[in-house]
């Protein structure tokens, strides 16, 4: 029997097997995140911004306040408003899309990577390898900020353009012909992915990386040999500077928000080492942490025993055994960005691990073969559990979504000390009527963070359904107190005051949210009528 003809047609038969269980296994852990609301950032950055609701002209979508430095990302939101307006189901079918293929490069990947690495009666086994990574880097709970938590989609679409990217440039120097065209393309998703989010800058350092690790031997044959296609690489770092020299005031990151390089490092320490608890053990996950900036060593002690000898052995990899040193080195160059230096203000957040996720599971796929001698049955035995209780404990954690009240009680039980929970537990039971509870979870809110004008506000739109107006106008001067330029608060104070009878000081007010905020046409509307009731009592404009 000649079986050159069918060793080709059974391997691409397993290949489509294993394609179509990734896409079934996903498809079925995040079909429960289709009940998903808008949540906290969804609400104001994406179903608020008025800028997605129009696919025309796209550079509005792509280049406003909210998407400047993530314009590819802004694109796709005004896709999904363009399909379903503020109905959440296309902005969630698109997140899942994008993972679906993101798992998918991550399995072409790492498949052919191991088709490099491996000859002989181990190369068939490089198909169900990549199978099992991606199927567990996939459904792994960790990934369910990423996924469903539909405005982080700009990490996960960054993750789909950076595996592309890489798959691509695989393909692109695969013997016994270089393919031009494939590293055209690995460049045309890398700009793509440095048009979605930051963490993008590692695509170069990587697939430089891996070309010196698996492909050329040495970084100066791979840049002697592909120097051109490097260079064009070289242009998403021009891209992502351009971008972020050019983009608006954003109060979330850098050296002005209250935390030191040095101190955001230290803490950084432990927050990269409970990532790595959560890769092995996702319970609990949180969707706010609050996470405490480190005020010594100290603090950061635990943390340091657990990263720095990784660091050590990282570095110790690179040049002794350069596999498993391109894994160290994936996972602590794309956390880089928001783990090192350079201050965000949460310091701690799931949806970052979306890749450097990808290292952990391979090197515990890696481990399990070599304990288990590449058995295929008890290794795939041990997979097929995994990605079961790894599902179930996704599909349990996207009902979580579907409820942001519920959500944020989920974060006041995990993170008690985080002032956030308890005001944004707050602001629901506030938008549900539930008055008596919203007052006893803001007060909680105050006493974590008394400087926080939003909660102040919220205070007093809780006073004025009460009924309580003196009390409404205490809250809303604190808030101008911490806030002077607070638009909003300026609005509803003059509110309160038109209520109290004070006209002239809720003329003051209303003037004051105009200047601050142009835009607000609530406070106009309620300046009108101000102005129309003075008139009728023969006052005068003012």
């Given at each position: 029997?000649?079986?050159?003809?069918?060793?080709?047609?059974?391997?691409?038969?397993?290949?489509?097997?294993?394609?179509?269980?990734?896409?079934?296994?996903?498809?079925?852990?995040?079909a429960?995140?289709?009940?998903?609301?808008f949540?906290?950032?969804?609400?104001?950055?994406?179903?608020?911004?008025?800028?997605?609701?129009?696919?025309?002209?796209?550079?509005?979508?792509?280049?406003?306040?909210?998407?400047?430095?993530?314009?590819?990302?802004?694109?796709?939101?005004?896709?999904?408003?363009?399909?379903?307006?503020?109905?959440?189901?296309?902005?969630?079918?698109?997140?899942l899309?994008?993972?679906?293929?993101?798992?998918?490069?991550?399995?072409?990947?790492?498949?052919?990577?191991?088709?490099?690495?491996?000859?002989?009666?181990?190369?068939?086994?490089?198909?169900?390898f990549?199978?099992?990574?991606?199927?567990?880097?996939?459904?792994?709970?960790?990934?369910?900020?990423?996924?469903?938590?539909?405005y982080?989609?700009?990490?996960?679409?960054?993750?789909?353009?950076?595996?592309?990217?890489?798959?691509?440039?695989?393909r692109?120097?695969?013997?016994?012909?270089?393919?031009?065209?494939?590293?055209?393309?690995?460049v045309?998703?890398?700009?793509?992915?440095?048009?979605?989010?930051?963490?993008?800058?590692?695509?170069?350092?990587?697939?430089?990386?891996?070309?010196?690790?698996?492909?050329?031997?040495?970084?100066?044959?791979?840049?002697?040999?592909r120097?051109?296609?490097?260079?064009?690489?070289g242009?998403?770092w021009?891209l992502?500077?351009?971008?972020?020299?050019?983009?608006?005031?954003?109060?979330?990151?850098?050296?002005?928000?209250?935390?030191?390089?040095?101190?955001?490092?230290?803490?950084?320490?432990?927050?990269?080492?409970?990532?790595?608890?959560?890769?092995?053990?996702?319970?609990?996950?949180?969707?706010?942490?609050?996470?405490?900036?480190?005020?010594?060593?100290?603090?950061?002690?635990?943390?340091?025993?657990?990263?720095?000898?990784?660091?050590?052995?990282?570095a110790?990899?690179?040049?002794?055994?350069?596999?498993?040193?391109?894994?160290?080195?994936?996972?602590?160059?794309?956390?880089?960005?928001?783990?090192?230096?350079?201050?965000?203000?949460?310091?701690?957040?799931?949806?970052?691990?979306?890749?450097?996720?990808?290292?952990?599971?391979?090197?515990?796929?890696?481990?399990?073969?070599?304990?288990?001698?590449?058995?295929?049955?008890?290794?795939?035995?041990?997979?097929?559990?995994?990605?079961?209780v790894?599902?179930?404990?996704?599909?349990?954690?996207?009902?979580?979504?579907?409820?942001?009240?519920?959500?944020?009680?989920?974060?006041?039980?995990?993170?008690?000390?985080?002032?956030?929970?308890?005001?944004?537990?707050?602001?629901?039971?506030?938008?549900?009527?539930?008055?008596?509870?919203?007052?006893?979870?803001?007060?909680?809110?105050?006493?974590?963070?008394?400087?926080n004008?939003?909660?102040?506000?919220?205070?007093?739109?809780?006073?004025?359904?009460?009924?309580?107006?003196?009390?409404?106008?205490?809250?809303y001067?604190?808030?101008?107190?911490?806030?002077?330029?607070?638009?909003?608060?300026?609005?509803?104070i003059?509110?309160?005051?038109?209520?109290?009878g004070?006209?002239?000081?809720a003329?003051?007010?209303?003037?004051?949210?105009?200047?601050?905020?142009?835009?607000?046409?609530?406070?106009?509307?309620?300046l009108?009528?101000?102005?129309?009731?003075?008139?009728a009592?023969?006052?005068?404009?003012?």
């Amino acid at each position: 029997m000649d079986t050159r003809s069918t060793k080709p047609a059974n391997l691409h038969h397993g290949i489509f097997i294993a394609g179509a269980l990734i896409l079934l296994a996903v498809a079925l852990c995040y079909a429960s995140s289709f009940g998903g609301a808008f949540i906290f950032d969804d609400e104001t950055h994406v179903a608020g911004n008025p800028d997605f609701r129009s696919l025309l002209p796209p550079w509005r979508a792509m280049f406003n306040v909210r998407s400047y430095v993530h314009p590819v990302g802004g694109l796709s939101f005004a896709i999904s408003h363009a399909l379903s307006g503020l109905d959440s189901w296309s902005y969630h079918l698109m997140n899942l899309l994008i993972h679906m293929a993101a798992a998918l490069f991550l399995f072409g990947a790492v498949r052919r990577t191991f088709l490099r690495l491996r000859s002989g009666s181990a190369a068939h086994l490089s198909t169900y390898f990549a199978a099992a990574v991606a199927l567990l880097w996939a459904v792994h709970p960790l990934q369910t900020q990423s996924v469903t938590y539909i405005y982080q989609r700009y990490e996960s679409q960054m993750g789909m353009f950076f595996l592309m990217s890489l798959y691509f440039f695989i393909r692109g120097v695969e013997k016994p012909v270089s393919r031009p065209g494939w590293l055209v393309a690995s460049v045309f998703a890398c700009l793509l992915s440095a048009g979605t989010k930051q963490v993008a800058y590692a695509i170069p350092l990587l697939t430089l990386l891996y070309d010196r690790t698996f492909v050329a031997g040495s970084f100066l044959q791979a840049l002697r040999a592909r120097w051109l296609y490097y260079a064009a690489l070289g242009l998403s770092w021009l891209l992502l500077i351009l971008l972020q020299s050019t983009a608006p005031m954003v109060e979330e990151i850098g050296f002005d928000i209250g935390i030191g390089p040095f101190r955001y490092a230290l803490s950084q320490l432990g927050v990269v080492a409970h990532y790595l608890r959560l890769a092995v053990w996702p319970e609990p996950l949180c969707f706010d942490y609050g996470w405490p900036v480190a005020k010594s060593f100290r603090d950061a002690a635990a943390g340091a025993v657990v990263l720095l000898p990784l660091l050590v052995a990282t570095a110790w990899a690179l040049f002794k055994r350069p596999g498993l040193g391109f894994l160290g080195a994936w996972f602590f160059l794309i956390l880089a960005p928001t783990s090192t230096f350079l201050p965000i203000r949460d310091l701690a957040a799931e949806n970052r691990m979306y890749l450097p996720l990808v290292a952990v599971v391979v090197l515990f796929v890696l481990a399990l073969g070599r304990v288990l001698s590449l058995k295929k049955a008890p290794a795939l035995s041990i997979i097929g559990v995994l990605v079961l209780v790894s599902g179930a404990l996704t599909v349990k954690r996207n009902v979580d979504y579907h409820d942001p009240l519920g959500m944020w009680k989920d974060v006041i039980a995990k993170r008690p000390a985080h002032f956030r929970g308890w005001g944004n537990a707050a602001y629901y039971c506030y938008l549900r009527g539930d008055y008596k509870n919203a007052l006893g979870h803001l007060n909680k809110s105050l006493e974590l963070k008394n400087d926080n004008p939003d909660a102040y506000n919220l205070l007093g739109s809780i006073y004025v359904r009460l009924g309580k107006h003196e009390e409404a106008r205490a809250a809303y001067e604190a808030a101008l107190r911490i806030k002077p330029e607070f638009a909003d608060v300026h609005n509803n104070i003059g509110n309160v005051l038109v209520k109290l009878g004070r006209f002239r000081e809720a003329d003051y007010h209303l003037r004051r949210a105009i200047r601050y905020k142009p835009g607000l046409e609530e406070a106009r509307y309620n300046l009108r009528m101000l102005e129309d009731k003075l008139r009728a009592a023969g006052k005068g404009g003012r």
